[in-house]
């Protein structure tokens, strides 16, 4: 009876054990199926800084290009003299030799031989076609041999930017086929690159470049083909010579002739981690399943509950607790499996719950382990999210590159781990930020914390012999038991936020001031699209004044928007939600329009013709019908052109100088007048400023405040006014606003003036009793 009880016992337990282990089996096992595409992810970031090397290389070449093209002896197009010069450029090991070209085509190289380069790429790109500069598709020249080589060109022009020839640097493949032998993935992987048809540019076997095609070697068909020569990133399989099958990932390399860098790797081996953690579950499943039913055997009583216990850890970890652990000190193989089963929890935990890059927790990590953090604070403590972001972190990508960045991440996520205590956390958030949880027994001491935390983060770093001087934006949100924790941290967000639209490396505690800001600037977004079709947005003009005779001669146009709700919003708010929306266009072209046909009225109702100024944002000027649309309004509301005045900023008109120069000579031809606001401000070079087709230089209501108080300024007012007579432009002051300031300019030869003296912005009504009737 009893041996008949206990097999009952046992029947039941093992096809309940079973019947456990099969769900748990499956729960796993679509847990399972997210890694190989986690890791098909992770192969694509690889290949994007690869990618990013070849760009690199490339662009180094590029760079050189131009700075020999700068070069005086280049642009005498001498060959004698640049017979003498351009050799000393070829670094051996990365150039074969270099050429320079007239606009004839013809050409001498480095290798002392006289050609021409009619009918190649960078003639006909460069010299036909006025291109800058140009990386030339791998092609075999008759001049180089057997050699595949490319073709690094770039314009010479003299000081006027005529055409005057070109130079370029021919580089052999050889030099690809290095970089790609250099990258080794798994065991059996490598790297190779395809140009713009699919043609095989660089490759570990030396043979296929220029001689095969991505078809050839991978065997797919023409859509996926067409698909990675299209696309700028991905993946694709295929099978090699030997019936392998191999996936590839693919990526862009920047700056190239739409070139691609291919990574492949045996599909074994670019699963070996996954399969190797898929292994290890399964394994660990099996074992304590097998050692279960043994166990059972042997001993069904004790067994039963450990096995229980276990069942429930496996359970919980199905449904996604991670945190679990299962009991190792079983002294049988029970303990063992859970001891296999914990290490490959830690395992998953890894790959899930971990920053790559900084080894701390990501997010989803911290949003796992900070529920346990706050059961633990003791009685009277607080705690508080906070929010790290770095501030300008693109900038230092961009000197140091990605590596130089992930320094930088790995440097501060080290002081902050050394910088949290006991029951705290530290993690990666996105990006360039990392969040925290502190905990202190005082708000007082918890600001100290946070500040003592800015000041271990605002360090200087050396990066690559760069030192930067780190600065951050930090926001904080106190836990508090009636709001979730994604509450908290979106609270945190906002206050970085607005440490971020102040300037940033500063702190910020959040508050139900930010909150209500927060809402206001929301609804404020939202209502711009509606506020020209409302009526809410409106023109002021500002008068100016001839400064000899005290005459009004024209007007500023300004934008204002009088808010349903919140009334007047400040200039500088509106432009700042015009460009966040994207609406900065339609209003800047409604700011002309409406100022072209106010002006067009005035003329109507018999005022002596004003000039009207009206401002011109960066992002209109740099649109490419911008000169179009300015005709066209013109004809539309029927105003001479000569009554128009475009107002642009310094800053704004020496960026991009070629573009705005050719469109501000379009203008003037148009009859357009051209005006520099806030002059003086910026960093300009006079001799742009005697090459643009200006009437009117705008010296910034800055100098003008501080002419009669400061020596200093008060040179340098003389002597914009000097510069601007001596290249015969008109010279306008802003923000005056007495009497003694205006009578100094007037001595002094200023032309025009305006400011609250002669008038503040006032509406089209008033300020007509200003202008005169004819």
Excluded at 132 to 156: K, M, W
Excluded at 239 to 260: C, M, Q, R
Excluded at 510 to 532: G, V
Excluded at 641 to 663: N, Q, R, W
């Amino acid at each position: 009876m009893r041996a008949s009880i206990r097999m009952q016992i046992l029947i039941y337990l093992i096809t309940g054990l079973i019947t456990i282990f099969s769900v748990l089996s499956f729960f796993i096992g679509i847990k399972l199926n997210l890694l190989p595409e986690y890791a098909k992810e992770q192969y694509l970031q690889i290949a994007s800084a690869r990618a990013d090397e070849v760009s690199k290389e490339l662009n180094g070449f590029l760079e050189q290009m131009q700075i020999i093209s700068q070069s005086p002896v280049i642009k005498t197009m001498d060959f004698d003299l640049i017979k003498e010069y351009l050799p000393k450029m070829v670094l051996e090991g990365k150039h074969r030799n270099m050429t320079i070209a007239n606009t004839k085509g013809q050409a001498w190289s480095t290798m002392d031989q006289h050609l021409s380069i009619i009918g190649q790429e960078q003639y006909e790109k460069i010299i036909l076609n006025g291109e800058e500069s140009l990386i030339s598709q791998p092609f075999i020249s008759e001049y180089a041999g057997a050699t595949p080589i490319t073709i690094i060109s770039h314009a010479v022009r003299d000081d006027t930017g005529k055409l005057l020839g070109l130079v370029n640097v021919v580089i052999e493949i050889e030099f690809l086929n290095n970089i790609v032998e250099q990258m080794q993935f798994e065991h059996t992987g490598y790297g190779w690159i395809i140009g713009q048809n699919g043609v095989v540019v660089s490759h570990p076997d030396m043979s296929l470049p220029m001689s095969k095609n991505i078809a050839d070697i991978t065997s797919v068909d023409s859509q996926k083909v067409d698909k990675v020569l299209t696309a700028d990133c991905g993946a694709f399989e295929y099978f090699n010579e030997n019936g392998e099958k191999i996936i590839a990932v693919y990526h862009t390399i920047a700056g190239s002739p739409d070139w691609k860098l291919i990574i492949s790797i045996p599909e074994d081996d670019f699963y070996a981690e996954v399969i190797s953690v898929r292994n290890i579950i399964l394994g660990a499943i099996l074992i304590a399943l097998v050692l279960a039913v043994f166990f059972l055997y042997k001993h069904s009583a004790n067994i039963s509950r450990p096995i229980i216990k276990l069942r429930e850890v496996f359970k919980r970890a199905a449904d996604g607790d991670l945190r679990v652990k299962a009991d190792e000190t079983v002294p049988n193989e029970i303990g063992q499996a859970a001891k296999s089963f914990n290490q490959m929890l830690e395992k998953i935990k890894s790959l899930t719950y971990k920053d790559i890059i900084t080894g701390l927790y990501n997010y989803n990590g911290f949003t796992l382990e900070i529920p346990y953090k706050l059961d633990k604070l003791r009685h009277g403590e607080m705690a508080a999210i906070v929010i790290i972001s770095l501030d300008d972190f693109k900038h230092i990508n961009s000197i140091s590159g990605y590596d130089g960045g992930n320094e930088l991440l790995v440097d501060l996520s080290r002081k902050l781990k050394n910088f949290i205590g006991d029951g705290e956390i530290v993690a990666r958030f996105f990006g360039d930020e990392f969040i925290l949880m502190l905990r202190s027994e005082s708000m007082s001491s918890l600001k100290d914390r946070v500040y003592h935390l800015r000041q271990r983060c605002n360090d200087v770093i050396t990066i690559k012999d760069n030192n930067y001087k780190i600065k951050t934006s930090i926001g904080v949100s106190i836990v508090e038991k009636n709001e979730s924790l994604g509450e908290t941290i979106d609270q945190a967000t906002i206050a970085k936020l607005k440490v971020k639209k102040l300037g940033g490396n500063s702190v910020q505690f959040y508050n139900m001031d930010i909150a209500a800001e927060l809402k206001t600037e929301q609804k404020i977004e939202n209502s711009l699209s509606d506020a020209i079709k409302n009526n809410e947005l409106y023109l002021v003009y500002q008068p100016i004044i001839d400064t000899v005779y005290g005459k009004v001669i024209g007007a500023e146009a300004l934008l204002r928007w009088r808010h349903k709700e919140f009334g007047e919003i400040s200039p500088i708010t509106i432009i700042e939600v015009a460009e966040k929306g994207g609406l900065i266009l339609e209003i800047g072209n409604w700011v002309l329009q409406e100022a072209c046909r106010q002006n067009k009225k005035w003329q109507e109702q018999g005022y002596v013709p004003a000039v009207i100024s009206v401002n011109v944002s960066a992002l209109q000027l740099e649109q490419a019908n911008f000169v179009e649309m300015v005709r066209s309004v013109l004809i539309k509301e029927g105003l001479e052109a000569k009554y128009l005045e475009l107002e642009i900023t310094e800053t704004h008109a020496m960026s991009g100088v070629d573009d705005k120069m050719e469109k501000m000579k379009l203008l003037k031809e148009m009859g357009v007048r051209i005006a520099i606001d806030d002059f003086g401000t910026g960093y300009s070079s006079l001799t742009y400023f005697a090459q643009f087709p200006i009437d009117t230089l705008k010296i910034d209501r800055s100098f003008i405040s501080r002419m009669l108080i400061d020596e200093n300024v008060e040179t340098i007012v003389a002597t914009m006014i000097t510069m601007a007579k001596a290249i015969k432009v008109q010279i306008t002051a802003e923000g005056v606003e007495s009497q003694e300031q205006l009578e100094h300019l007037r001595v002094g030869g200023c032309d025009r003036a305006q400011g609250y003296l002669i008038s503040k912005p006032v509406v089209a009504q008033i300020v007509e009793q200003y202008f005169r009737k004819i």
